[in-house]
């Protein structure tokens, strides 16, 4: 039975880390609390519904399992292309606004919600998950796990996988951390923190989109699903800290796995104020998450 | 300044102040029932606005929680008009719920004082436990403004959760009678009403006390550099503490009031979307005034109540934009714009550096 | 001068991240005392400055102020409560609040909350405001935002906010950075003045200055105390020397410690 909690709370784990992904980057970077982000969820969301309506008006039924495989990237673009706008509209005037940015993004998201319920209408749709991922791993008598599940698990270490190459690895990535640990040093440089921060923004974005491609996976989607995961996603971000991915995955493992044990233990709304309890607790131990950078400076 | 002179600006502030309060307290005279009603509603708003606007304006603490302490005061409140209404007997929802006695922490909410004071108490005490777990540890800026939203989500959870005690997502509803009095009557309306004007008036009062204290003036020297404050030797956590229970106090006593001209609470009244919804009011109104607080939150309030039952719609994307507008054009709000116009003479002579200092 | 030690530091050691910023520093500050702090960059005179106030943390090592209290285990605030006051390097005041409020809230006074909630601005608190500003020589902006005064002025603002908050012991990080040659002398011969009577700890680059206001330097180098002596015993010593030398060949230093 553990071990099915065991699997139950990885799950939760999986999708609050690609959640909480975009978000620990972009505030790592610019000092910017993304309350849209959210949105960006919900909008990958309704891109990979778009694109299994697509599938089913033009293409013949037997291709209809392979929608999946493109929604994924579809869900990344559309995100990414709308989180470049933000950037490139609204969130550059932000830059080290922590506060403020979290309130006009909130305003961001508000209109986006909007947007999504004059579109698509108010109600959920369902978006019919591929047969392919029907079904479960049979591991013991009694104990299944879903391929959904495990699909999106493997679905996170990818996207994980790919943004530590991405930071640590490529020229861009290293362009990026530069400016996240002195941005005036990378900019007399010559590095463009512009384009670093656009770029980052975007790609950040494009993760919400992927998560919301996952999160059809889990149920049927509206235009406020995001607003589900953003709270936790970001308690993902304080827990862990900035500047580092291992924080931010320590940060969801812990909040995921607790939140699973606890609901077992207790119940629903018992279980939550316990994490919240416990993550405050663990702040008093480490106020600034499991990595923190530190700096010289005064304030 | 503490230099009470009695310059000319001085006395035409006095004059406009007096023919403010003259304008809420005859306020009756004018309006239909209904708006009065409505208008009551606001000045409980704008109660919390002030709250909202001491820690946010002068101390640069940005709480998304105050619609928990909001909640909690009118949560109080509702209580005891619960009990009031079914005599002491277990309330009707508990009855669905199957539970037949009144819970042991139900019971002293029969009586109207204790439940005046856990209004005020409650929010008090959750904001001072909050405040010492995270000041004491230098946890500030964004990291505590996210714990408070993280406050909201689970305490309306709970609230949902625990429905054999709380009445669930319904709330708490159905009252009948104040202390003897009928809630539905005109006359105890226009009571009520009176109340909450004089309150928000001695709010009002006690806040610009509080902002133009020395007191006041450390929690502004906090919000420009917590970390200076501490080296001339205050300790910043206390004063954090100290100003985010008062605001959280304040919120008690405007949710207890709320509930008295609404008739109803329930979570989805003080969860994450009422929550910010104080911060826009007070945001649109101008932060660090006091009186651009209370006009934004009456003014916000007013406008929704027109607009959002004709388009639903328009209205969200109109909040949502109003929102981006105000945060990165007009930092300081409206009051702030009326200012700047005011003093841009004296503004051009001064500098080019303090005003952009957003409150972080 | 005065013979009992305000402030002693034995075997102060200071990690970041496994980088030991400072190795053991020993520093002994007699009552009354004005000190220099030298040394070449990134050898730790700022970090000390910080660990003596508070900031920083040492990891091991002892702090010990008027002979009793061990302040390695205090607060920030309970620190300057004790008596050490501290200028940083960038001038830190109160942007958004006026010259006397900046003035009126370091001034030496009860600080805990209920003390400020009902204190009055008494007659001998305004003179003592008004004489300070005179010194600072920004009577005539006492009503200006902070934030709108000009680089020097916002230096002499945070010296005055500190003697105003009357420490025994002052810490001062580079106090003439950026100032005129003028507001040099007049900063060198306010620290003598108030040399009379509290203890003073400055860390400076400019060599001109030291040279004609120190009576005693210490020079630190690599986290470690290299020589401590007068001005004459200091440019003498030939380890000071080859470490400004060779790390840094600023025609200043080298010609001042030639």
Not at chain 2, 319 to 336: E, R
């Amino acid at each position: 039975m553990y071990l099915l909690q065991l699997f139950n709370g990885l799950s939760i784990s999986s999708i609050l880390l690609l959640v909480a992904l975009g978000l620990a980057i972009t505030f790592g970077l610019m000092k910017v609390i993304n309350m849209a982000h959210g949105e960006l969820i919900m909008i990958g969301a309704y891109s990979t519904y778009l694109t299994q309506n697509i599938f089913k008006a033009y293409l013949p039924a037997s291709m209809f399992d392979w929608y999946f495989v493109l929604a994924i990237p579809a869900s990344f673009a559309i995100a990414f292309v709308v989180g470049l706008i933000l950037e490139m509209s609204l969130i550059r005037f932000l830059y080290g606004r922590p506060l403020d940015s979290l309130l006009a993004t909130w305003g961001v998201g508000l209109v986006l919600q909007q947007l999504a319920r004059s579109i698509f209408g108010a109600p959920n749709v369902a978006v019919t998950s591929p047969s392919w991922l029907d079904g479960g791993l049979m591991i013991m008598d009694g104990t299944l796990l879903p391929y959904k599940r495990l699909f999106i698990i493997a679905l996170v270490i990818a996207c994980l996988v790919a943004m530590y190459f991405y930071i640590y690895r490529s020229h861009e990535g290293r362009r990026m951390r530069a400016v996240m640990q002195n941005r005036d040093m990378a900019a007399c440089l010559g590095v463009s923190t512009r384009r670093v921060d656009a770029m980052t923004f975007a790609i950040g974005s494009g993760i919400a989109g992927i998560a919301g491609c996952a999160l059809t996976l889990m149920g049927s989607i509206g235009p406020s699903l995001g607003t589900y995961y953003i709270v936790d996603a970001f308690m993902v971000v304080v827990l862990g800290g900035v500047g580092k991915l291992v924080g931010t995955v320590l940060g969801a493992m812990g909040i995921g796995m607790f939140n699973t044990l606890f609901e077992y233990w207790t119940n629903a709304s018992l279980g939550k104020v316990l994490v919240f309890v416990c993550i405050v607790a663990f702040l008093q131990w480490k106020p600034m998450g499991f990595v923190a950078m530190r700096s010289r400076s005064l304030d | 300044m503490l230099q009470q002179k009695w310059t000319p600006q001085r006395i035409w502030l006095l004059v406009g102040y007096a023919a403010a309060a003259a304008a809420l307290f005859s306020a009756p005279m004018f309006a239909s029932d209904f708006r009065l009603n409505l208008l009551a509603k606001f000045l409980a708003f704008a109660i919390v606005a002030l709250g909202l606007d001491l820690i946010w304006g002068y101390t640069g603490i940005l709480s998304l929680g105050h619609g928990i302490f909001f909640g909690l005061g009118a949560y109080a409140m509702a209580m005891y008009l619960k009990l009031e209404a079914s005599g002491g007997m277990p309330p009707d929802f508990m009855g669905w719920s199957g539970l037949k006695e009144l819970p042991y922490f139900w019971k002293p909410f029969e009586n109207f004082g204790f439940a005046v004071a856990m209004g005020i108490l409650i929010p008090s005490v959750l904001a001072l436990v909050l405040g010492y777990v995270t000041f004491r540890n230098r946890i500030k800026g964004v990291y505590f403004t996210i714990l408070t939203q993280a406050l909201v989500i689970i305490t309306t959870t709970l609230l949902v959760g625990q429905q054999a005690f709380t009445g669930g997502t319904n709330g708490i509803t159905g009252y009948s009678t104040i202390l003897g009095a009928s809630l539905g009557s005109a006359d105890t309306k226009r009571v009520l009403y009176w109340i909450t004007a004089a309150v928000l008036i001695a709010v009002f009062i006690l806040c610009r006390y509080i902002v133009g204290s020395r007191f006041g003036k450390v929690l502004r020297a906090i919000r420009d550099g917590e970390n200076r404050v501490r080296f001339i030797g205050y300790n910043p956590a206390i004063y954090q503490m100290v100003i985010f229970t008062i605001s959280a106090a304040i919120a008690g006593i405007a949710g207890m009031l709320f509930v008295l001209h609404v008739g109803i609470i329930s979570p989805s009244m003080l969860g994450i979307v009422p929550s910010i919804e104080m911060v826009l009011w007070v945001a649109i109104g101008g932060r660090g005034t006091l009186i651009g607080a209370a006009l934004g939150a009456i003014a916000m309030n007013w406008a929704k109540s027109e607009f959002s039952t004709a388009y639903p719609e328009g209205w969200l994307f109109f909040m949502g934009g109003l929102f981006v507008i105000v945060v990165v054009f007009m930092p300081k709000g409206i009051a702030g714009l009326i200012g700047q116009i005011k003093f841009r003479k004296k503004r051009k002579e001064e500098d080019h550096e303090g005003i952009r200092n957003p409150a972080v | 001068m005065k013979e009992s030690v305000i402030l002693q530091c034995d075997d102060v050691t200071v990690e970041f991240d496994g980088f030991k910023a400072i190795q053991g520093m020993n520093l002994k500050l007699e009552k009354g005392e004005l000190r220099f702090l030298i040394g070449p960059n990134g050898a730790g005179k700022t970090t000390m400055l910080d660990v003596i106030c508070g900031k920083v943390r040492p990891s091991s090592g002892k702090v010990t102020f008027d002979g009793k209290v061990d302040i390695t285990r205090k607060k920030e605030h309970q620190i300057a409560e004790l008596g050490i006051g501290r200028k940083f390097q960038a001038p830190s005041i109160f942007p958004s609040m006026t010259v006397h409020e900046n003035l009126e809230i370091a001034m030496r006074q009860k600080r805990t909350v209920f003390a400020t909630m009902f204190a009055k601005l008494g007659d001998d608190e305004r003179s003592r405001i008004d004489y300070q500003l005179g010194m600072i020589g920004l009577r005539s902006k006492a009503s200006w935002r902070a934030g709108g005064l000009s680089h020097g002025e916002k230096q002499w603002l945070e010296i005055g906010m500190m003697l105003l908050q009357e420490p025994e012991i002052l810490l001062l990080d580079e106090p003439v950075a950026g100032m005129t040659d003028k507001e040099t002398d007049k900063t060198g011969e306010l620290l003598h003045e108030i040399a009379q009577l509290r203890s003073i700890v400055v860390v400076e680059h400019d060599m001109e200055f030291v040279r004609n206001f120190a009576s005693r330097v210490t020079v630190m180098h690599e986290g470690k105390l290299l020589k401590e002596g007068s001005m004459d015993e200091v440019q003498g010593d030939d380890r000071v020397a080859e470490v400004y030398l060779g790390k840094r060949r600023d025609a200043d230093v080298s010609r001042s410690t030639a």
